[in-house]
Structures are given as C-alpha cells and as structure tokens.
C-alpha cells in the first residue's frame, strides 16, 4: 500500500490550493478515501470523504462551501480542492481509505503534503 500526497504549499488567505493523492498497491475503487489533516500535537481530523464510485462525499463543517474532494478511478488518484483558504487551514494533509465491503483501513499513511496559509 502506498499513498503520495502532493500540491501542498503557501497561499495567501482568500486563496486556493488543489491536493493530489496518488494510491497504490490496493483496489482503488474499493474504497472510500478520506482527507485528514494534522498540525504539531494535535489530533487528526477528518475534513472530507467520497465513496468509492465518487458521486457522494461528506465534509467537515469547518470547510463545508470551501473544498471540494473528488476521485479518479481509472487513475488511482483522489483530489482535494480547497478555496476561499483560511490561516486555520494550516495543517498536513493527508490521504487515506477504507475498504467499502470490510470496513478495514489501509495500513499506511502517507508521508502528507503541508499546507501553510499566511499572509
């Protein structure tokens, strides 16, 4: 199982960011992916999930109107796009999945990708 986070970087509040996640060594369309992010002694919070076929997704209160996440199956990659950007959400971010038909969760995460917002 691997999952690479990418598309992190510094943006201006009011800005945007797109994350990438490329996934392998599992049945992609199997699973539910997730967004997490994490900042220094802090737990991880789940900020967006989409079903395996990518027609429903849920989201974070905190970033509800503002992301949006989305899947590509035939390419094994999941998507976060984050607008209207707060110093807030500042954080790691990071991918991940569970499987629909067992409920199990992928046994690795990511190295993450850093999102800093400031002015």
């Known amino acids: 199982v691997q999952l690479v986070e990418s598309g992190g970087g510094l943006a201006l509040p009011g800005g945007s960011l797109r994350l990438s996640c490329a996934a392998s060594?599992?049945?992609?369309?199997?699973?539910?992916m997730r967004w997490y992010r994490q900042a220094p002694g802090k737990e991880r919070d789940l900020v967006a999930t989409?079903?395996?076929?990518?027609?429903?997704?849920n989201y974070a209160d905190s970033v509800k109107g503002r992301f949006t996440i989305s899947r590509d199956n035939a390419n094994n990659m999941v998507y976060l796009q984050m607008n209207s950007l707060k110093p807030e959400d500042t954080d790691v971010y990071y991918c991940?999945?569970?499987?629909?038909?067992?409920?199990?969760?992928?046994?690795?995460w990511g190295p993450g990708t850093l999102v800093t917002v400031s002015s």
């Open positions: 989409i079903n395996s076929g990518g027609y429903s997704t």
């Open positions: 060594g599992f049945t992609f369309s199997h699973y539910t």
């Open positions: 991940y999945g569970v499987n629909l038909y067992t409920g199990a969760a992928l046994d690795a």
